[in-house]
């Protein structure tokens, strides 16, 4: 395992540098966990089994790898991933992704996965870099570790209901689902009826970015009950990578 190390010096030199790297610190382990359940749990109204000690943590946390963006001088977690990749599903019994769908399609044999989950972004860090630092982690991951393919769950927000969502989905249906043969099934589908919204413009941020990085979708999503959201299985060959787009996105964000 090669490890991963970003910085983002802020434009005003008032502002606290950021660094993105993998951590085994149970310190910054724990700050991050506390921050998923305030974008998750309190954002998002996310159902969570920790939610009395303010974490978010599941079985999976004791085996992935944790990339977190950092305030250096503030000492604060303000972004964050988790990587399961193939080599570790042994000891997890599947990834996390499996636990919302039927992957049969998806998954190739003799080809490397790497999944990313929880990835979020403390509010008040929204500007940009801190999504940019995270891709340049992942990225810098992927390469280092020959990874043939990157995938994930990104979760489309249900507070407003499903209408939104519903419309995000069909935009996406028509211009970014993987091909036939690379769909997984939801093992819970989002309820479907028919909307007069623009879904393009509803896409959140994070799932915006992915798809410019140059993910696709893996057919319908999965209606994640406890979290509130609908969640979008995302696939990308290491070769799809838009290289060009990730380097102007770390670049200029901030």
């Known amino acids: 395992m090669q490890p991963v190390t970003a910085q983002h010096q802020q434009e005003n030199n008032n502002e606290s540098p950021l660094i993105a790297r993998i951590t085994q610190d149970p310190t910054e382990i724990e700050m991050a966990m506390r921050l998923r359940y305030r974008v998750f749990a309190e954002g998002m109204g996310a159902k969570l089994p920790n939610a009395e000690q303010g974490l978010d943590k599941d079985r999976f946390d004791d085996i992935c790898l944790h990339l977190i963006v950092k305030d250096v001088i503030a000492d604060q977690v303000v972004g964050y991933s988790r990587i399961l990749t193939s080599d570790m599903v042994s000891l997890t019994g599947g990834f996390y992704s499996e636990t919302e769908f039927d992957l049969s399609n998806v998954i190739l044999p003799g080809k490397k996965y790497m999944e990313i989950g929880r990835t979020c972004v403390d509010p008040e860090f929204r500007s ?97 009950k406890d979290f509130n959201v609908a969640d979008a299985l995302i696939l990308m060959a290491s070769g799809d990578m838009n290289q060009r787009y990730l380097r102007h996105f770390v670049k200029t964000q901030g």
């Not at 990225?139 to 969502?165: F, H």
């Not at 993987?178 to 623009?198: G, S, Y």
Request: glycine share 10%.
């Open 128 to 224: 940009g870099a801190v999504i940019g630092l995270l891709w340049s982690g992942i990225a810098q991951y992927m390469a280092a570790n020959q990874v043939d393919y990157l995938m994930g769950c990104a979760s489309i927000p249900l507070q407003g209901g499903y209408s939104q969502a519903i419309a995000i989905v069909d935009y996406l249906r028509e211009h970014h689902f993987t091909p036939e043969h690379l769909r997984a099934e939801p093992k819970v589908h989002l309820p479907r009826t028919q909307v007069n919204l623009d879904g393009k413009k509803l896409i959140p941020p994070l799932l915006k970015a992915y798809l410019r990085i140059g993910l696709k979708v893996c057919g319908e999503p999965f209606y994640d």
